[in-house]
């Protein structure tokens, strides 16, 4: 018997990087690595000793997790972001990292063959590949609401990956309104929300997008980025209870259940906001740096005002021409037709460096 389920799915596009990795190997000082957006800073302290502390759990965890972890995803919304009236007890469910949650969701919410699925034009390649997964047809758009047909699920990203584009205020607004006169579900990635810079990210969920209703509607935030804990797998979905009742009960089924250890740590995560102060001033000072050296090496950096990426072209290069033409400097990075072919001309430029690697990769644009 054969199953073909990966021939449904898109190339896992950083296997195209290895002659890229190989040359920027090469460098004397080794490889700057700023190709993905994988957290190098440490996890904070508080947050190991939640985990060590909740080391002893024998028992099976519950899908739709602990009140603990569920009421702190509540007040930090509310705290950071000014979402409220969201229910802890029905509006919120933990997930095993939001990538996760992703790739499943047209698969767990029934969507399939025939069924089409709106994922921004520079996007994510886990939008895409969860509608494959699930048989459905994804529509590269700039503006969801300006599609005309049938549509399951629409997905937003801001701050975007890759581009750092923050969506006003006006077009979340405009696409609730669309999402609902069209019963769609209208999910907004929000994983980057806390790091806003030349402006500040508002999330679907805020009473002035929403009007205080979450029909329709899903937020999906993670730790990953916010506080280094890509390695724990942690995060939560939140917004329309009746989506939110059913992503559970399938939940359940499959044992898609976010260990309890990690549950704790969550918790804890969720209640504090010194150490992502900390990291967002990590973050701000190396993407000042790399900016600035980009920009005087003959680079233009366009939009990247939040998120953990500089968005780059160069006069002289397509996307894998900049890929090799920074290779060539022992840096690595993405290039933008990874993420839809609007990014046929740039490259991605992950922060998550250490301030040594950046500092390495800022001295040899400057050569």
């Known amino acids: ?202 999330s679907v969920l805020h009473p002035d997008v929403c009007g205080g209703s979450f029909d329709n509607l899903l937020a999906v935030h993670s730790l990953s980025k916010r506080s280094n804990l890509a390695g724990y797998r942690g995060g939560f979905v939140a917004g329309d209870p009746t989506v939110v009742a059913e992503l559970l009960e399938v939940r359940k089924h499959a044992g898609l259940m976010v260990p309890s250890p990690i549950q704790a740590a969550m918790a804890v995560a969720f209640a504090d906001d010194t150490h992502v102060e900390e990291q967002r001033a990590r973050y701000l000072r190396r993407r000042a740096v790399l900016r600035d050296a980009l920009t005087d090496a003959g680079w233009e950096i366009t939009f990247s005002n939040g998120g953990l990426y500089l968005w780059a072209s160069h006069p002289s290069y397509d996307a894998y021409g900049s890929v090799g033409a920074l290779a060539d400097r022992g840096i690595l990075v993405a290039p933008g037709v990874f993420y839809g072919t609007a990014g046929e001309r740039h490259v991605r430029i992950a922060l998550t460096g250490t301030d040594e690697r950046v500092d390495a990769a800022v001295k040899r644009l400057q050569e």
């Open 1 to 202: 018997m054969i199953f073909e389920t990966s021939s449904r799915l898109p190339d896992f596009p950083w296997d195209k990087l290895g002659p890229y990795k190989q040359k920027a190997a090469e460098h004397p000082d080794g490889i700057v690595d700023l190709s993905v957006g994988s957290p190098v800073d440490p996890v904070p302290a508080l947050v190991k000793q939640a985990l060590a502390d909740a080391a002893d759990a024998p028992a099976y965890p519950t899908t739709i997790g602990t009140s603990a972890v569920r009421r702190a995803a509540v007040d930090w919304m509310e705290r950071r972001l000014g979402v409220t009236g969201v229910d802890p007890a029905r509006d919120v469910l933990p997930v095993i990292g939001t990538k996760e949650l992703i790739m499943t969701l047209p698969t767990l919410l029934g969507v399939g063959a025939g069924d089409t699925v709106l994922i921004p034009d520079l996007a994510y390649p886990t939008y895409e590949a969860g509608a494959a997964l699930a048989r459905a047809t994804s529509v590269p758009v700039e503006d969801p609401a300006a599609y005309d047909g049938p549509v399951r699920i629409a997905y937003l990203n801001s701050p975007r990956n890759p581009s750092g584009e923050i969506t006003p205020p006006d077009a979340l607004r405009r696409a609730v309104e669309w999402a609902r006169a069209n019963d769609v579900l209208l999910v907004s990635d929000e994983c980057y929300t806390e790091f806003g810079w030349d402006e500040k990210p508002v």
